[in-house]
């Protein structure tokens, strides 16, 4: 899965011309997958168990931020990959940062649910919305920011 991420950014960015960056397309693809897990958890969820659509949608919100996290940190951020510890704080921060993604996710799509769509197309309409949120605070603050700490540890140590 690593090595087809991998491949559509790097063929998405040879035909935009490098237009959007490598990482973002990384990203989108990473999401992308991320939206098959986030319906087919709400599918399950809502179809099998008869959960509510928000909080169905709430969970599946938080398995698909995990699922993203973890491809995002063995392909779109690979170069600056945590490891030990590190995934841990990095995974704490990424929650902690994308969570005003997902409220502002949640509410987008619980206003769409509520105006008639369908809970996929309602779901849909609320990960758009979290989308570049997501990546340039996750950017910045987990993968660029932890990394430098690393650095400087290792700086300071050798």
Do not use: E
Not at 51 to 65: E, Q, T, W, Y
């Amino acid at each position: 899965m690593i090595r087809f991420i991998r491949w559509g950014a790097t063929f998405a960015h040879s035909l935009l011309r490098g237009l959007i960056p490598l990482s973002l397309l990384s990203f989108l693809i990473v999401g992308a997958l991320g939206v098959v897990v986030h319906l087919s958890i709400l599918k399950i969820g809502m179809n099998v168990f008869g959960v509510p659509f928000r909080p169905a949608n709430a969970l599946s919100m938080i398995g698909a931020a995990t699922f993203n996290f973890c491809l995002n940190n063995l392909s779109t951020f690979r170069d600056k990959m945590l490891g030990g510890r590190r995934v841990l704080v990095g995974y704490a921060l990424y929650m902690g940062i994308t969570s005003l993604g997902l409220v502002v996710s949640l509410a987008v799509s619980s206003a769409a649910y509520a105006h008639g769509l369908s809970p996929v197309l309602a779901a849909l309409c609320g990960i758009v919305v979290g989308s570049l949120w997501n990546y340039c605070m996750s950017y910045t603050f987990v993968w660029r920011l932890l990394s430098r700490l690393k650095l400087r540890r290792q700086t300071h140590n050798g």
